[in-house]
């Protein structure tokens, strides 16, 4: 089973705020409408696997700092479905209401609401969008039921599977009052179906560079102003790619990403794989404190963007070792660049981290994933 960092904060959060959250508010013969995307009606976002027109208010929310911590509240739209698969790449769209407090406490410049959209799967793997609406108070236009806005997520390179859950998270700042959902719809378009058999293709594994960073260099990072030093260096009985971090100063912050890039100029055809996966060592004290976020583009568009954690095993000496698991959607578009970022959370650590066999591969459906990372240069695998 894949697990996911925040699998185990969204279960203590969701205990923890579930007094933020009231019964369902449905008038008086009205109706819920749920059907299976095979059946959906077509829209400028794709096909329809999903639509209700339940109401779920919240209980009054005090928000006088955007917090993404443990006391965020989520507000669950719909815990019990059934029967209807999503894909890696959909839309969320809904409506959003706010009561006159609401409205009234986002009167002042520099106040606002952020809105997070987040699927459960049965699997119990989370799917939280990184696009996420900034509402202030001109976004809400008074109607009888309240002021409303209406809202359209992202999720993009996410888990596909079974759908559970639809929740909310809001945070924000100077809000103060009660948020009412309405109108939920997921849309989205078939997957790309990988239609040939390739061995894995290895994009990087270091091997046969004496010296240098063989392209990869610090990027611009998120909450995040250090250096990061890379260099190719013998490590663990493999050439490995190493980078310093230095988090001094994070301490306090939940997502504090650097960034390394590399340039392919030839680009990497990925129309023919749907996985991505690399090792990386790291000390210790490192373990439970950061995230990785893989973003790859070409010709101007997203190829693959996703941010996973992985649980290490001891590698000896006071290291962890852990595979680092992409999955994403075949692209006829060739990816030009990959971004690897290394998101603190709440740490100020400092020191090195090794990556390693970063490999392009072909998912095994009925086997979860295929095992291409153990021994990425045996005999099949290519490489760039």
Same mark, same amino acid.
């Given at each position: 089973?894949?697990?996911?960092?925040?699998?185990?904060?969204?279960?203590?959060?969701?205990?923890?705020?579930?007094?933020?959250?009231?019964?369902?508010?449905?008038?008086?013969?009205?109706?819920?409408?749920?059907?299976?995307?095979?059946?959906?009606?077509?829209?400028?976002?794709?096909?329809?696997?999903?639509?209700?027109?339940?109401?779920?208010?919240?209980?009054?929310?005090?928000?006088?700092?955007?917090?993404?911590?443990?006391?965020?509240?989520?507000?669950?739209?719909?815990?019990?479905?059934?029967?209807?698969?999503?894909?890696?790449?959909? *839309?969320?769209?809904?409506?959003?209401?706010?009561?006159?407090?609401?409205?009234?406490?986002?009167?002042?410049?520099?106040?606002?609401?952020?809105?997070?959209?987040?699927?459960?799967?049965?699997?119990?793997?989370?799917?939280?969008?990184?696009?996420?609406?900034?509402?202030?108070?001109?976004?809400?236009?008074?109607?009888?039921?309240?002021?409303?806005?209406?809202?359209?997520? #992202?999720?993009?390179?996410?888990?596909?599977?079974?759908?559970?859950?639809?929740?909310?998270?809001?945070?924000?700042?100077?809000?103060? &009052?009660?948020? *009412?959902?309405?109108?939920?719809?997921?849309?989205?378009?078939?997957?790309?179906? $990988?239609?040939?058999?390739?061995?894995?293709?290895?994009?990087?594994?270091?091997?046969? +560079?004496?010296?240098? *960073?063989?392209?990869?260099?610090?990027?611009?990072?998120?909450?995040?102003?250090?250096?990061?030093?890379?260099?190719?260096?013998?490590?663990?009985?493999?050439?490995?790619?190493?980078?310093?971090?230095?988090? +001094?100063?994070? #301490?306090? $912050?939940?997502?504090?990403?650097?960034?390394?890039?590399?340039?392919?100029?030839?680009?990497?055809?990925?129309?023919?794989?749907?996985?991505?996966?690399?090792?990386?060592?790291?000390?210790?004290?490192?373990? &439970?404190?950061?995230? $990785?976020?893989?973003?790859?583009? &070409?010709?101007?568009?997203?190829?693959?963007?996703?941010?996973?954690?992985?649980?290490?095993?001891?590698?000896?000496?006071?290291?962890?070792?852990?595979?680092?698991?992409?999955?994403?959607?075949?692209?006829?578009?060739?990816?030009?660049?990959?971004?690897?970022?290394?998101?603190?959370?709440?740490?100020?650590?400092?020191?090195?981290?090794? $990556?390693?066999?970063?490999?392009?591969?072909?998912?095994?459906?009925?086997?979860?994933?295929?095992?291409?990372?153990?021994?990425?240069? #045996?005999?099949?695998?290519?490489?760039?």
């Amino acid at each position: 089973m894949r697990k996911r960092f925040w699998k185990k904060q969204w279960i203590a959060v969701a205990m923890a705020s579930s007094m933020a959250v009231s019964s369902v508010n449905m008038p008086v013969n009205q109706s819920v409408f749920v059907q299976a995307a095979e059946n959906g009606d077509v829209t400028e976002n794709g096909k329809v696997f999903y639509q209700s027109d339940t109401k779920v208010t919240s209980e009054k929310l005090e928000l006088p700092t955007e917090d993404w911590g443990n006391n965020k509240p989520i507000i669950t739209y719909d815990g019990n479905i059934q029967d209807i698969n999503i894909t890696q790449n959909f *839309t969320m769209t809904a409506d959003v209401y706010i009561d006159e407090d609401g409205y009234n406490s986002l009167a002042e410049e520099g106040d606002y609401l952020k809105i997070q959209g987040v699927t459960k799967l049965v699997e119990k793997d989370w799917n939280d969008s990184q696009k996420i609406p900034y509402l202030e108070q001109r976004n809400f236009k008074k109607t009888e039921q309240g002021y409303k806005t209406s809202i359209t997520i #992202e999720f993009t390179n996410k888990i596909a599977g079974i759908l559970k859950e639809i929740d909310f998270v809001a945070v924000g700042q100077g809000f103060t &009052g009660t948020i *009412t959902f309405a109108n939920v719809t997921l849309t989205g378009e078939p997957e790309q179906q $990988i239609t040939e058999k390739k061995e894995p293709l290895v994009a990087d594994d270091f091997e046969g +560079t004496e010296s240098g *960073t063989n392209g990869w260099a610090k990027e611009d990072g998120y909450q995040y102003n250090n250096d990061v030093k890379t260099e190719i260096v013998e490590a663990f009985g493999s050439q490995m790619l190493k980078a310093g971090l230095d988090y +001094t100063g994070c #301490e306090g $912050i939940d997502w504090s990403e650097a960034k390394i890039k590399k340039n392919f100029t030839e680009g990497i055809d990925v129309s023919a794989y749907n996985l991505l996966t690399f090792d990386i060592i790291y000390p210790e004290e490192f373990d &439970g404190k950061f995230k $990785i976020k893989v973003f790859a583009q &070409g010709s101007g568009k997203t190829v693959i963007e996703k941010d996973v954690a992985s649980e290490g095993t001891d590698s000896g000496n006071g290291m962890k070792k852990a595979v680092v698991t992409i999955p994403f959607s075949p692209n006829a578009t060739k990816i030009e660049d990959i971004t690897l970022g290394i998101i603190g959370v709440k740490t100020s650590f400092k020191g090195d981290i090794y $990556i390693d066999n970063i490999t392009l591969s072909q998912r095994d459906e009925s086997e979860d994933f295929v095992d291409i990372t153990s021994k990425p240069n #045996e005999a099949g695998a290519r490489q760039i």
